[in-house]
């Protein structure tokens, strides 16, 4: 089973900044697209940021595009999620995984919660 580790989410006002991380395995790290996926109620899990293996080139989905930054760290095997001006429509558990990810639901992590809340 792979295992990756999300953290670094919590309460947050709105307006507010989290820096989200999460740890891969080389197997799952290693010269793959790496991706941050969110679940917002009624829907399916989608990735919302991705970043290429070289870590010089980013994608978003358009509801965080100039707000999130996504990262890599490929020495320590870290993808980091660096969220600005958080919105309540912004809380959900946080997931990291290849893009596109495995087809097997043992691949995901447990996720990171971010609450947005006054």
């Known amino acids: 089973q792979v295992q990756l580790v999300e953290s670094g989410g919590g309460l947050v006002q709105p307006g507010g900044s989290l820096r989200l991380s999460c740890a891969a395995p080389s197997s799952v790290f290693d010269g793959n697209v790496m991706g941050w996926y969110r679940k917002l109620p009624g829907k399916e899990r989608l990735w919302i940021a991705r970043?290429?293996?070289?870590?010089?080139?980013?994608m978003y989905q358009d509801s965080v595009k100039d707000r999130f930054t996504i990262s890599r760290d490929n020495v320590r095997r870290t993808v980091t999620l660096q969220m600005t001006n958080l919105t309540h429509e912004d809380t959900t558990v946080y997931y990291c995984n290849t893009s596109p990810p495995p087809p097997s639901s043992n691949s995901w992590g447990q996720g990171t919660q971010v609450t947005v809340s006054s």
């Open positions: 970043v290429h293996p070289d870590g010089d080139m980013a």
